[in-house]
T-cell receptor, first 113, second 111 residues
């Protein structure tokens, strides 16, 4: 099975917070998160390996994440803004090296009203 | 990571080979070339990657020029289901797992 993300769709209002979940491919230990919007395209949020954040993109502190010992990952967005409406994608790879392809889930589509 | 340049859009006839170019003139020796595609409302799908040699798998072939400044993704027999946005990305070999996606090439396969 591939990368599984939940929920697939979510509607929130401004000021709320949200948690998105990602289950990587079995055996994959690296998980990365991306945000995709029509205006900015695909942008890297952060990457986790062995429960540690190794790399972070240029997003405000309202965006956070964590990884569990079974490699599953969650990301959280607090104090939601209209501009946070996007497709949030999770990708997993065996290890965090450039020779290991990342495999993506189909994302969580978040809409902020 | 090196910047890539791709045409905005391309058309291809069904059954013919689709050749998608990518320019990465500032690529360094420790960077791989990766190709992904994204079909509407789905997550990006990994296609193929390479360092300096040409590569082939069940989906496509990747041709990298000798100076590594450009590459071509070849879909040998395009089908309507190959209509998607194709992204060319370069990634460093070590210790860096983020990928910088550009705008990609929108390939339309026509019957």
């Amino acid at each position: 099975t591939g990368v599984t993300q939940s929920p697939t769709h979510l509607i929130k209002t401004r000021g709320q917070q949200v948690t998105l979940s990602c289950s990587p491919i079995s055996g994959h230990r690296s998980v990365s998160w991306y945000q995709q919007t029509p205006g900015q395209g695909l942008q890297f949020l952060f990457e986790y390996f062995s429960e540690t954040q190794r790399n972070k993109g240029n997003f405000p502190g309202r965006f956070s994440g964590r990884q569990f010992s079974n490699s599953r990952s969650e990301m959280n967005v607090s104090t939601l803004e209209l501009g946070d409406s996007a497709l949030y994608l999770c990708a997993s790879s065996l290890e965090p090296t450039g020779n290991q392809p990342q495999h993506f889930g189909d994302g969580t589509r978040l809409s902020i009203l | 990571d090196a910047k890539t340049t791709q045409p905005t859009s391309m058309d291809c006839a069904e059954g013919r080979a689709a050749n998608l170019p990518c320019n990465h003139s500032t690529i360094s020796g420790n960077e791989y070339v990766y190709w992904y595609r994204q079909i509407h409302s789905q997550g990006p799908q990994y296609i193929i990657h390479g360092l300096k040699n040409n590569e082939t798998n069940e989906m496509a072939s990747l041709i990298i020029t000798e100076d590594r400044k450009s590459s071509t993704l070849i879909l040998p027999h395009a089908t309507l289901r190959d209509t998607a946005v194709y992204y060319c990305i370069v990634r460093v070999i070590y210790n860096n797992n983020d990928m910088r996606f550009g705008a990609g090439t929108r390939l339309t396969v026509k019957p």
